[in-house]
């Protein structure tokens, strides 16, 4: 006998959550993050510091502020000293805090004159205790800075053209240019017109200071992929028209972290003055399609993934620029991204330099002493690289050599090993609050022993350590990529360590690194690790076969 019918009310079909996008009429913040910024332009607390922080000190700082707001302008509280990486994520906000502040310079194109690169110097010595660093974002950071000194800093970068305004933040973030601009035989078009432009136009625009979260923008009319393209929220890249010459190639929705994707070709040629206003109507698309309920899925790299390239191109020539954009072919990609290393001759005559640091890690003693060594080669100008290196610029042939021998006696390397040359690293935990390990100390020795253990490696190896999972120093696309966590040794003991990615890599064969199944590696076991991988390497190779090749074919048992 069948069942008598249920009295029970029909479910309703639930109602599909959103996902905060303004756009389509979620206004309403969904979180935190989304209510500080309703509740307050963070552009606005740039007064608050002027006018009641710096002159009452730290202990006056709203929490809403510190934590949120002081990253619109290139603030972040620095990690409290002694607090080992098993605390990072059982802690609360406050007991991470120092009392003092990262401060980020945002170098929008990476090149800097004289008296800008002596007055960051003479602010890191004054201010800073004399750190300095060099990101993979042509940015420099200070630490140790005093919200007390916050005022003066601002007005002497001010002075000479420097901000760091919306150099953290949920907003337009420094634009990558090629550090080589105008002066590089090799380029297609000179990009900087547009990246002035945008920054003059749109950075501290109100209309851009709320996006879902940060944005990264890269352009360069070097066909060399010289700014990372692939891994960036929107990148223009020089390419020429058949018909109409030289121009840009548009890419969107990179993005690294713990979700990392490639960007895509949009399809789409770029005259040099439309690039401020197609750059415009893709961050606008992100501003009111971007997703804001979950901050780990409100990147752009999300919305173009779940729409897909061409759906996104046809809501920015519609709904955006009012108009079509230019087909263009896909342009030829090179095998990896160039660094600029090295002596090479410019449109001029002139040459220019790529130097390689100690992965980014400088200071403010010297940098003044690069500016000394500059200016005594004839030179006015130097630039910074999305690889942690510095060029300098515009120097006549017969001081190449001087400069070069000048340059090393102070510890950057013109003709550095390739160990020195592809090795970067994130701050990590001497400085970061999400940082589990220790990174910059870490790389430094290991470059040092491997140039002692094998001094003569003739191919390049990349190596990119990263002290959490957020991958600020492109762990996901190094040939050795290594994610900072803590891991068992040998004795059942937890210390620093690393999880490893293998063969990851940007350019031609672009793709995310190997992981090993289970395989982590203790910091005291990494020189060991990094030297045998490299002498199998050495030894399996087939001809012309790079690292990343060999990974892909090598048997698991080779790798660990």
Not at 38 to 45: A, F, M
Not at 138 to 162: A, C, K
Not at 307 to 319: A, D, M, N, S, Y
Request: with cysteine; net charge negative; glycine share 10%.
């Amino acid at each position: 006998m069948a069942p008598p019918p249920s009295t029970r009310p029909a479910r309703r079909p639930r109602k599909k959550r959103g996902e905060g996008q303004w756009a389509l009429g979620y206004r309403e913040p969904l979180n935190a993050n989304e209510q500080s910024k309703k509740d307050d332009n963070p552009l606005n607390v740039r007064a608050r510091i002027e006018n009641i922080y710096s002159r009452r000190g730290f202990d006056s700082i709203d929490p809403g502020d510190l934590r949120g707001r002081f990253r619109w302008w290139g603030l972040y509280t620095q990690r409290k000293p002694g607090i080992d990486g098993g605390k990072t994520a059982t802690l609360e906000p406050e007991e991470l805090d120092d009392r003092y502040f990262m401060m980020r310079v945002r170098v929008d194109g990476g090149q800097l004159n004289l008296e800008q690169l002596r007055t960051i110097a003479g602010i890191s010595t004054e201010f800073a205790r004399d750190t300095a660093d060099l990101t993979d974002r042509q940015n420099v950071q200070y630490h140790w800075i005093d919200v007390v000194d916050v005022p003066t800093i601002w007005e002497r970068l001010e002075s000479v053209g420097l901000s760091t305004q919306e150099a953290c933040g949920d907003c337009p973030r420094v634009i990558l240019g090629s550090p080589v601009a105008g002066v590089s035989a090799d380029e297609l078009i000179d990009g900087r017109p547009a990246i002035d432009a945008i920054e003059s136009r749109y950075i501290g625009d109100r209309a851009f200071s709320n996006l879902p979260r940060k944005f990264k923008s890269a352009i360069s009319g070097h066909p060399g992929h010289d700014v990372v393209p692939q891994i960036n929220d929107i990148a223009f890249i020089g390419a020429v028209h058949p018909e109409h010459g030289p121009g840009f190639d548009l890419w969107v929705g990179g993005g690294l972290s713990t979700n990392p994707m490639l960007a895509q070709r949009v399809g789409a040629w770029v005259p040099i003055d439309e690039v401020p206003e197609v750059w415009e109507g893709v961050v606008s698309i992100f501003r009111d399609y971007g997703y804001r309920r979950l901050r780990a899925r409100a990147r752009l790299k999300f919305l173009v993934a779940d729409w897909g390239v061409e759906k996104f191109r046809e809501v920015l020539e519609t709904e955006y620029l009012k108009r079509p954009l230019i087909d263009l072919e896909a342009p030829e990609v090179p095998a990896t991204p160039v660094d600029h290393v090295g002596a090479h001759r410019q449109v001029d005559g002139n040459y220019y330099v790529g130097f390689a640091n100690t992965v980014g890690r400088v200071s403010g003693t010297l940098l003044a002493q690069i500016a000394d060594v500059v200016e005594a080669h004839g030179s006015g100008r130097v630039a910074l690289t999305p690889m942690q290196k510095l060029i300098v610029l515009d120097v006549a042939e017969d001081r190449v050599e001087s400069l070069i021998e000048a340059m090393d006696a102070i510890g950057l390397r013109g003709r550095p090993s390739q160990w020195r040359r592809n090795t970067m690293a994130c701050t990590g935990i001497e400085y970061c609050k999400l940082a589990i390990v220790e990174t910059k100390q870490r790389a430094a020795d290991l470059i040092g022993t491997m140039e002692d253990r094998l001094p003569t490696l003739d191919a390049p190896i990349t190596i990119n350590l990263n002290g959490c999972p957020n991958s600020c120093a492109r762990i996901q696309t190094a040939d050795i990529g290594l994610k900072g966590q803590l891991v068992l040794n040998d004795e059942g003991e937890q210390v620093e360590g690393f999880q490893v990615h293998l063969g990851g890599g940007l350019g031609l064969e672009a793709g995310f690194g190997r992981k090993l199944r289970a395989h982590k590696v203790t910091a005291d076991q990494l020189p060991e690790y990094v030297e045998r991988l490299t002498l199998g390497y050495l030894e399996e190779r087939e001809e012309a076969e790079t690292f990343a090749q060999w990974v892909a074919r090598a048997d698991e048992a080779a790798l660990r």
